[in-house]
C-alpha cells in the first residue's frame, strides 16, 4: 500500500476496491507478504489493518450489499460473477409494476 499522496492518487477515481499492501517488488496477483488490506468505497478507506485478502474482499461486497450500493459500470459483469459463481450470492427478485401496484 502507498502513503500519503501516492495512497490518494491510488485511490482517485476508485469507486470500490480493495488496496492491497505487500514488501517487495512481488508483481503477482495475490503477493506473499501482505501486510494490509484496506477496504476503499468511493474513494475513501472505510475498512483497513487487516491481512487476509479473501475476507476483505468478502466484506467488500458485504459492504455493497447493506449500503446498497451499484458496481461500477466498467467492472459490473466482473463483481456480478464473483457475487453469483464465487460466493453463490443470488440477487433477490426485483419487483414488477404489477407488484407494486397492487
Known sequence: M????????AMEGMQLGLLIGYEGDNQD????EV????????????????KDV???????????YCV????????KYSFEFLQRVVM???????STAS????
Open 29 to 32: 496477483a495475490f503477493p506473499r
Open 99 to 102: 407488484e407494486t401496484s397492487s
Open 2 to 9: 502507498a502513503h500519503g499522496e501516492t495512497l490518494a492518487a
Open 88 to 94: 453463490k450470492i443470488k440477487p433477490l427478485p426485483e
Open 35 to 50: 501486510f494490509n488490506v484496506a477496504v476503499v468505497v468511493e474513494e475513501t478507506v472505510v475498512l483497513h489493518n487487516f
Open 68 to 75: 446498497n450500493l451499484e458496481y461500477p459500470r466498467a467492472m
Open 54 to 64: 479473501p475476507s476483505r474482499f468478502a466484506m467488500l461486497l458485504g459492504i455493497i
